[in-house]
């Protein structure tokens, strides 16, 4: 996927995220999810802090050879010792705290304002090398990689939760498979997905 198709695929994706946010009735934002405590705000809330960091990465050019990809960058946040598993309980209670302090226009104004502006600039920004939260160097295109298996992954949540059948983007949904099979042991992947083997190795994301 070029740069510009993932720019094009996160707006999209974003986009279902805003329609569904605009129709949501004051029940339907209680509604629990399939993720421990939270509940569809706390959802919003949380996958809603990537337009914000988007607009942060923007700003944060970096003239340097990129250290990870995405790929690799996620293998390791979710190795065993990796953020996804010591900063867990963290990232659950500030989603949960960020339902509570924020109103739902600011929260749908991430979808609908503040991750299209982000998307802009980028597109004029083009394909530069970002510092990604301190702990890597990514090309741009790899950090929206990132993005676009957040937005389709926790639409899906979304989506279960509102009992409705799963509704994303196709080029998102072809994107995060593919950014999955990359993370996985090639050799592991490959046996598994032809049935020589168990797949010991999911998830691949915690």
Do not use: C
Request: proline share 5%; hydrophobic share 45%; aromatic share 8%.
């Amino acid at each position: 996927m070029t740069f510009e198709e993932r720019l094009t695929t996160l707006d999209a994706l974003w986009s279902v995220w805003a329609e569904h946010g605009s129709a949501l009735t004051d029940d339907q934002w209680r509604r629990p999810t399939r993720l421990d405590t939270w509940d569809v705000r706390s959802l919003y809330a949380h996958h809603g802090a990537w337009p914000f960091m988007l607009t942060h990465f923007l700003g944060q050019v970096r003239d340097t050879a990129p250290t990870h990809t995405a790929a690799s960058l996620l293998r390791a946040f979710n190795a065993p010792d990796g953020v996804a598993h010591t900063r867990r309980d963290t990232v659950a209670d500030g989603a949960r705290a960020d339902a509570e302090k924020y109103s739902t226009a600011q929260m749908l104004g991430q979808f609908t304002e503040v991750g299209p502006q982000a998307i802009k600039t980028a597109r004029a920004l083009g394909p530069v090398a970002v510092d990604y939260l301190g702990v890597a160097v990514l090309d741009l295109g790899e950090a929206l990689s990132i993005g676009i298996m957040e937005a389709t992954v926790h639409l899906l949540d979304l989506q279960r939760a509102l009992g409705v059948e799963p509704r994303v983007p196709q080029a998102g949904l072809a994107h995060t498979a593919a950014l999955l099979a990359g993370i996985a042991p090639r050799v592991d992947f490959v046996e598994a997905a032809t049935g020589r083997r168990a797949p010991d190795f999911f998830p691949l994301l915690t």
